[in-house]
């Protein structure tokens, strides 16, 4: 069965310095992956996605995400934490063997608390 | 603003009530999905529509029900409620069918937070 791991509930980081989110899949087949963001009191908003290719991923508001395959792996990354990163991040997965398999399954979140 | 609107934002109701959630989705969007987001069990799938058909069904009590109308814009049905539906519920749209297009990209909406008490 396809699924996708977030194995820290939150992290903590203080603002400036780099973060990483962690995510790991499990999928027969290729994965499609993706991350999303979920501001306070607002829908999940996309934030990058890896299809095939360069195995970093670069993103909206200066995130990139790194895939990794043997690891099964799709981490989150930022050079340099803001406050205004702080929000639940969630990592999803698809496959891509045909069929009417159009879920997009999402990990549990983590949230990033980036502190001043 | 992602361009899917939801309504109600809130809803407060009593066990065994129905309730019918609103979304509607981008302009020029055919997929419209739905998603639970509980404390519990995180964000769950429930079901995708596109251009007014069922085109997949997740985790989706009997007891919930949805459609997808001519003019695209969905409801989401949930009856006989009890206290463990409470959640938040997402809808979500995408331009094409994630299972035409792998790669799509889905816009949410802000959702409509039911407790049921």
């Known amino acids: 069965a396809q699924s996708v791991a977030q194995p820290e509930d939150q992290v903590n980081v203080a603002e400036g310095n780099p973060l990483t989110v962690k995510c790991t899949y499990s999928?027969?087949?290729?994965?499609?992956l993706f991350w999303y963001v979920q501001y306070p009191n607002r829908g999940l908003q996309f934030l990058l996605k890896?299809?095939?290719?360069?195995?970093l991923v670069k993103g909206s508001y200066g995130f990139e995400a790194e895939f990794n395959k043997s690891q099964t792996s799709f981490h989150l990354k930022k050079p340099s934490a803001l406050v205004s990163d702080s929000a639940l991040y969630f990592c999803?997965?698809?496959?891509?063997?045909?069929?009417?398999?159009?879920?997009?399954?999402f990990g549990t979140g983590t949230l990033l608390a980036v502190q001043p | 603003d992602s361009g899917v609107t939801q309504t109600p934002k809130h809803l407060i109701t009593a066990t065994g009530q129905r309730v019918t959630l609103r979304c509607s989705p981008r302009?020029?969007?055919?997929?419209v999905y739905w998603y639970q987001q509980s404390l519990d069990q995180g964000l769950q799938f429930l079901i995708q529509?596109?251009?007014?058909?069922?085109?997949a069904k997740g985790n989706i009590l009997e007891r919930f029900s949805a459609q997808q109308f001519p003019d695209l814009h969905s409801e989401l049905n949930l009856s006989s409620l009890e206290l463990g539906d409470s959640a938040l519920y997402f809808c979500?749209?995408?331009?094409?069918?994630?299972?035409?297009?792998?790669?799509?990209?889905?816009?949410f909406g802000s959702g409509t937070q039911l407790s049921v008490l």
């Open positions: 890896y299809i095939t290719g360069d195995n």
């Open positions: 979500a749209s995408s331009v094409q069918d994630l299972g035409v297009s792998w790669s799509e990209k889905l816009f």
């Open positions: 999803a997965v698809r496959t891509s063997y045909g069929g009417a398999t159009n879920k997009l399954i």
């Open positions: 999928v027969s087949g290729n994965p499609y």
């Open positions: 302009s020029g969007d055919l997929s």
């Open positions: 529509y596109y251009n007014g058909e069922e085109r």
